[in-house]
């Protein structure tokens, strides 16, 4: 499975921003699937995952009651709105599919794609 994240950009603190993580070459619907993002010199970390098909999402806390995970089976992505940006959540934000279930770890994770860059100004 080949993934493409895409929809980063820059936006102002509060402001909102939706990603998409597009698939091609193989059955996304046979995945579940999850964002991740990294600051500089920070480590990888989790921000929301959802099932393969799409009934059940997990957030992050820090997250929690801002972003939105979502899936589109027929168009083979998986969006993650995001509201409410804080500058601290500028980072590289990735998706990532996971054939086996549910995890939060990143090393769990099948494929990746490249990463968008989300920059939030103050």
């Known amino acids: 499975v080949q993934l493409q994240a895409s929809g980063g950009g820059l936006v102002q603190a509060g402001g909102s921003l939706t990603l998409s993580c597009g698939a091609s070459?193989?059955?996304?619907?046979?995945?579940?699937v999850g964002w991740f993002r990294q600051a500089p010199g920070k480590e990888r970390e989790f921000v929301a995952l959802?099932?393969?098909?799409?009934?059940?999402?997990i957030y992050a806390d820090s997250v929690k009651g801002r972003f939105t995970i979502s899936r589109d089976i027929a168009k083979n992505t998986v969006y993650l709105r995001m509201n409410s940006l804080k500058p601290e959540e500028t980072a590289v934000y990735y998706c990532?599919?996971?054939?086996?279930?549910?995890?939060?770890?990143?090393?769990?994770?099948?494929?990746w794609g490249q990463g968008t860059l989300v920059t939030v100004s103050s």
């Open positions: 070459g193989g059955t996304f619907s046979n995945y579940a």
């Open positions: 990532a599919a996971d054939r086996t279930g549910l995890t939060r770890l990143p090393e769990q994770y099948d494929y």
């Open positions: 959802i099932s393969r098909g799409g009934g059940t999402a």
